[in-house]
């Protein structure tokens, strides 16, 4: 027998290769999440903080609590707002025949003023069974 024979050797390395695969992106994920607990928040004596409503038209205008802006007109009032209340609530919401980018774009404007309570509105349409 003058070949050394590799088969098993070749075995050992695709089964390694496949465990490396498929442990190493579970060591990659680490994204940190504030899970809300399940207990009930205990009622706060002060007044309710007041809500920025951001919403992205089918059309691409923005509008910030039913007031039409421009991106630059928008930063100037999250900065605004954001020096009565260090962190400011703003929920965004974009139509659904949107250009997506016009939303990205204040998501991206939200997260360069560091405001972090942010909230992205959604609608369940139900249709009717026939």
């Known amino acids: 027998m ?11 390395v695709f089964v390694l290769l496949v465990i490396f695969i498929i442990t190493t992106p579970q060591l ?6 504030n899970l809300p607990s399940g207990k009930t928040p205990p009622p706060s004596d002060g007044p309710k903080p ?3 409503n951001i919403v992205v ?17 928008l930063q100037a009032a999250l900065v605004a707002a ?7 609530p703003v929920v965004v919401r974009g139509a659904g025949d949107v250009e997506y ?3 990205i774009d204040v998501l991206d404007l ?3 003023l560091e ?16």
């Open 110 to 112: 939200i997260r360069q």
């Open 115 to 130: 405001i972090t309570k942010l909230g992205l509105a959604t609608e369940v349409i139900q249709t009717v069974p026939r």
């Open 82 to 88: 954001k020096e009565t209340d260090p962190d400011p």
């Open 28 to 33: 990659v994920n680490n994204l940190e999440l």
């Open 50 to 52: 007041k809500i920025n």
């Open 57 to 73: 038209d089918e059309s691409g205008r923005i509008f910030l609590n039913d007031q039409s802006m421009d991106i630059a007109q």
């Open 101 to 103: 980018q016009k939303v």
């Open 2 to 12: 003058n070949e050394l024979n590799i088969t098993p050797l070749l075995d050992l």
